[in-house]
């Protein structure tokens, strides 16, 4: 049994790092995907994990999948299709480490899991079950992701669900609201970021947009915001947590999925969920602040998902 099951992208992020000999742009090979990125940071956190997706059967599928193994991610329901090429991502850095990303995903393998290709067993066996939104872009992905969710609500699995808005991948914005919301019926604890709230919600305000989830379904709720920290909404109760300072931002990509990753890690190795309240919570946050501050000082997502004893170090100084 698995403590955590994720399902969703797995790509090459292509991140920008510096300027050749012949003045050119260079872009350094890294792993990422959202959800791939929360399996690695839980799995570094000690916690059990396994990964359903779908890359190519090509040289960039190949690292992706060695990656997953090398951290710990167990890989039995990672698909590698001789039919399409491994999803790739190019990001761009401004002088403040935030991204501007170009996709290759016409279609990109992750788009391509079909329902019949998932492990049911995987949807039944495990404590929290994790999705994000990219997976609901096209079909087959959507379908399949629709059903594994209703499939592992069904069994009394934990749903968690993080959406990641990437304004390219939708036909349109009201496209993307209509599926992104659609999971959130399902979502029993359910992160976002500040610039999706009202994509998600119809609130911008964070506070407005925590009790939105909440009244919908949500048992926690989570608003980051950036450098600011992270909102906490549960039972009625809100809390502002701030985030760690850090030198330098190299890079903001996975900062959020450090944070999530980290955030179902203590969930997972803490008290029981019914005996979950604001005060554990708050401290819960205040980790997964600490993981994504570090995750920060690094290029690439999966690269820079942080250990316990450098988050330990960070809170403890």
């Not at 994720?6 to 790509?11: P, Y």
């Not at 090459?12 to 995907?33: A, K, M, Y």
């Not at 992706?64 to 761009?92: K, R």
Request: proline share 3%.
């Amino acid at each position: 049994m698995f403590d955590l099951v994720t399902l969703g992208e797995l790509l090459v992020d292509f991140t920008e790092c510096g300027i050749s000999e012949n003045n050119q742009r260079l872009f350094e090979q890294n792993p990422g995907g959202a959800v791939a990125n929360v399996a690695c940071a839980a799995s570094r956190l000690g916690i059990k994990t396994s990964f359903i997706g779908k890359i190519g059967n090509d040289m960039h599928g190949a690292f992706l999948a060695s990656t997953l193994q090398n951290i710990g991610v167990n890989i039995d329901n990672l698909i590698l299709s001789d039919e399409v090429f491994t999803t790739l991502a190019f990001v761009a850095l401004n002088k403040s480490g935030e991204r501007i990303f170009s996709f290759a995903r016409k279609p990109g393998a992750d788009t391509c899991l079909k329902a019949e290709e998932i492990h049911r067993d995987l949807l039944s066996q495990c404590r929290i079950f994790h999705v994000g939104s990219l997976s609901m872009t096209d079909n087959p992905a959507r379908e399949a992701t629709l059903n594994a969710v209703e499939t592992a609500k069904q069994n009394g699995v934990i749903i968690s669900y993080d959406p990641n808005y990437r304004e390219m991948l939708w036909q349109s914005k009201s496209d993307a609201m209509i599926h992104m919301r659609s999971i959130l019926q399902y979502a029993d604890f359910v992160k976002i970021s500040d610039e999706e709230t009202i994509l998600l919600t119809d609130c911008e305000d964070p506070k407005q947009a925590l009790k939105y989830l909440l009244s919908n379904g949500a048992r926690i709720a989570v608003v980051t915001l950036g450098d600011r920290g992270a909102m906490l909404g549960f039972d009625g109760m809100y809390v502002e947590i701030p985030t760690f300072k850090v030198p330098e931002v190299v890079d903001t990509t996975g900062a959020g999925d450090a944070f999530w990753g980290a955030f179902l890690s203590r969930v997972l190795k803490g008290v029981p969920i019914n005996a979950l309240n604001i005060d554990i919570l708050t401290e819960y946050v205040r980790f997964s602040n600490a993981a994504a501050a570090l995750c920060v000082t690094k290029r690439g997502a999966i690269p820079a998902m942080p250990k316990e004893e450098e988050i330990r170090s960070i809170i403890s100084n």
